[in-house]
């Protein structure tokens, strides 16, 4: 059958989208940029692509008109005044699209709603529910509360909070309950409903076989990774400093740091168990889904992360992504380094594409720490984000406060747009040459500066500039796979 899934290049739709292929069903992909896909996916060649952003009606392409059935996987936790508007226009864009088609089913993965004071971002899910109603196709909701995967925003929060605190001074949503589900299972639901005419226009809570606290699961990840700690709950804290405590601690962003105290001031417990008789699962536990969270970590191959989600600058800026990515020329100004090597080429490339995360910039870190800390206390995405993986780069990646543009090892070149808080826009841009039978190393900074400011940040900068990217070519061309104990770290 031909499946839809909107929202492919998310945390859920990445993993959906092989066990869809596994079955053998032919797969629709709706995204905003094919080039993008294709980069982060090993499956560009065995789906159909079509492109679109649902904010804007104008840049859809017409869906196939066979569609069987459709995933919508599109979610927001931005915290603008207007997010739940834009979540309904988007929903609303899909649906007039998918009404030319033949489709049968709709699914929808939201959250639980049993509360009866809904945050905001929870209200807004629901309201999508009643927009997708509004289509020509059966409608099947899975509510479920937080998601335990290798990559997903509730497991990177967790591990950040137990992994760099001994002594936790918590705010009082910890003592909230909820009740998690592992990935696995929740794709299991997915794949489960398909077309299966029982779930046809009903709606399901899903999550695992145990109810926990916040706070429950924070130490139950700290005994699986035999650490000590300790949580003191101080019930004074308000949301919007408990909001500054999630984002200055962990690697998440402000924004999704509101977003996220917002809605853990409900509880999500299941409430309707109908799912058992429709997809009869046993689900893991949270240990279990822990577990597996775990061994993808040791073996690098987190599918998806949430910090794949693209940073509005990136894509905004004035480069056509779908053609060969180019940094912009004008109004910009430069710094290069033209380093000459006479080492292996293929061991400074992978020494370039381990860059960041726990390898770190290879000189003068403490600068880069530095400067990701002052990017988080000015409200930016600071530099906790690290790497999806230690082996593997992909444009459209996550990189501290860089995001990957262009990871192209066929021609040694990496490209990174930074996403922290700037008076203007950065590009870095790592890249050997070889001319003359000679290789050289090619770092070159761009900064495109925003007024008087933009431009008076840029030379402040330079002398920085000509210690750390002339020490940084050193060190990467020198740099011989040297285990660190932080390249071990879960």
């Known amino acids: 059958m031909k499946v839809l899934i909107a929202g492919a290049n998310g945390y859920v739709g990445t993993r959906l989208l092989p066990v869809l292929l596994e079955q053998g069903h032919d797969v629709v992909c709706l995204v905003r940029d094919k080039r993008r896909f294709r980069e982060m996916s090993d499956y560009g060649d065995k789906v159909t692509i079509i492109t679109g952003d649902l904010l804007k009606d104008s840049t859809m392409q017409a869906f196939p008109p066979n569609i069987d059935a459709a995933y919508y ?80 925003a509730s497991f990177e929060i967790i591990r950040d909070l137990a992994e760099k605190l001994p002594v936790m001074t918590a705010p009082r949503w910890v003592n909230t309950k909820c009740q998690p589900i592992a990935i696995r299972d929740v794709l299991g639901y997915l794949e489960g409903v398909l077309l299966n005419e029982q779930a046809f226009n009903k709606t399901f809570d899903i999550g695992g076989p145990e109810v926990l606290t916040f706070k429950q699961m924070l130490m139950g990840y700290a005994k699986a990774r035999k650490l000590n700690r300790r949580i003191i709950v101080l019930p004074f804290l308000s949301p919007k400093i408990s909001s500054y405590w999630l984002y200055f601690v962990t690697s998440t962003s402000y924004q999704l740091a509101q977003s996220l105290v917002d809605s853990m001031k409900n509880e999500t417990i299941m409430k309707d168990h109908s799912i058992d008789a429709i997809v009869p699962r046993k689900c893991l536990t949270y240990q279990e889904a822990l577990d597996l969270a775990f061994v993808k970590i040791e073996q690098n191959s987190i599918v998806s992360s949430w910090k794949d989600a693209l940073n509005q600058g990136y894509l905004h800026a004035d480069y056509n992504f779908m053609d060969q990515i180019k940094v912009p020329q004008n109004g910009t100004v430069e710094f290069k380094v033209n380093t000459e090597f006479e080492q292996d080429s293929d061991t400074v490339l992978k020494n370039i594409w381990s860059i960041g995360g726990n390898r770190g910039w290879y000189y003068w870190d403490w600068i880069w720490n530095l400067r990701g800390f002052i990017d988080k206390i000015v409200g930016g995405v600071g530099s906790r984000r690290g790497r999806t993986s230690n082996v593997s780069i992909k444009a459209g990646d996550a990189l501290d406060f860089w995001r990957v543009l262009l990871a192209d090892k066929k021609n040694c070149r990496l490209l990174l747009y930074a996403e922290m808080k700037l008076p203007g826009e950065a590009w870095l841009e790592f890249k050997i040459i070889k001319k003359e039978g000679k290789n050289y190393l090619n770092e070159v900074a761009t900064f495109r500066p925003n007024g008087l400011w933009g431009r008076a940040y840029w030379y402040l900068m330079w002398p920085f500039h000509l210690f750390i990217f002339k020490g940084m070519a050193r060190e990467i061309i020198s740099y011989r796979d040297k285990k660190r104990l932080s390249d071990l770290k879960l």
């Not at 915290?79 to 834009?86: M, N, V, Y």
């Not at 033949?102 to 699914?107: A, F, L, N, R, S």
């Not at 909701?141 to 290798?150: D, E, F, H, N, T």
């Open 73 to 152: 996987l599109v979610h927001s936790m931005t915290d603008t005044p207007e997010f739940a508007q834009l979540e309904a226009l988007s929903a609303h864009n899909f649906i007039q699209a998918l009404n030319t088609t033949t489709c049968k089913q709709v699914i929808f993965l939201g959250g639980i709603v049993n509360d009866g004071n809904l945050s905001k971002h929870l209200k807004s899910r629901k309201h999508v529910e009643d927009v997708l109603r509004e289509g020509n196709a059966a409608v099947t909701v899975l509510r479920a509360a937080i998601i335990i995967g290798s990559g997903s």
